[in-house]
């Protein structure tokens, strides 16, 4: 008999749950794919945002930099609250809709300055 569970679909799902726990930890800590990280790891020389021209942390890039805007708006708008960078933890902690809004900002803004090579 076959297994009702796809094996591959399990490990699909498991990594992209991780990936994204990963991405708003990174986020948290100041780490990950941020100019001032990784100018302060030796990564690069630069440490200022390619379109803001000031220190690309994890606060300015997902709260303050015009590359987030429409994806902070789409949270803003499904959560109906401003998000800033001392709110964001205490919305994330209210329910679960809110965690999973804040966590897909999060996530899809670090994922695609990795595509894009945007530190």
């Known amino acids: 008999m ?6 591959g679909f399990c490990s699909k799902v498991l990594y992209e749950t991780w990936q994204s726990e990963l991405l708003v930890t990174q986020f948290l800590r100041g780490h990950g794919a941020f ?17 803001c021209q000031v ?3 994890s606060e300015h890039a997902m709260f303050e930099c015009r590359r987030s805007d429409s994806r902070r708006k ?13 709110s964001c933890v205490e919305i994330m902690l209210r329910d679960e809709e ?17 595509r894009k090579k945007e530190i």
């Open 35 to 51: 100019r001032s990280f990784m100018y302060r790891i030796g990564k690069t020389t630069v440490d200022l945002c390619g379109s």
């Open 98 to 114: 809110s965690w999973a809004v804040i966590e897909e900002l999060i996530s899809s803004r670090m994922k695609m300055r990795r």
């Open 2 to 7: 076959a297994s009702p569970v796809n094996p």
């Open 55 to 57: 220190q690309n942390t």
């Open 74 to 86: 789409v949270a803003e708008d499904t959560l109906s609250i401003k998000i800033s960078t001392s």
